[in-house]
């Protein structure tokens, strides 16, 4: 059974900061990309940040320059840290993960149970 667990996330003031952290558990042979998205009350769920396995990293063009993700290998983490956060980005954040359980089968796709993010004064 593989598993994503978030932590982090909660309350912030508006140009404060948040870090959303994820690990994978379980069993399984390999993680490919890994990332986060979001989802605001009524909107569709939005990818946020991604990074591949050769640390290769795309954003959202509304979070450039102030979320940064990173992951850590051996430790099959991957976590976002937020700055100047934007009341605009309350949302539900979800990890995702794709991974491979058995060499010869595909990637799937993996999430986070979520976490709550709101940014509020």
């Known amino acids: 059974q593989v598993q994503l667990v978030e932590s982090g996330g909660g309350l912030a003031q508006p140009g404060g900061s948040l870090t959303l952290s994820c690990a994978a558990s379980?069993?399984?042979?390999?993680?490919?990309?890994m990332g986060w998205y979001r989802q605001a009350p009524g909107k569709q769920r939005e990818l946020v940040a991604s990074i591949g396995n050769d640390d290769n990293t795309n954003y959202a063009d509304s979070v450039k320059g102030r979320f940064a993700i990173s992951r850590d290998n051996a430790k099959n983490t991957v976590s976002l840290q937020m700055n100047s956060l934007k009341p605009e980005d309350t949302a539900v954040y979800y990890c995702?993960?794709?991974?491979?359980?058995?060499?010869?089968?595909?990637?799937?796709?993996?999430w986070g149970q979520g976490a709550q993010v709101t940014v509020s004064s």
């Open positions: 379980g069993s399984f042979f390999r993680i490919n990309a």
């Open positions: 995702n993960a794709q991974i491979k359980r058995r060499p010869g089968m595909g990637y799937s796709d993996y």
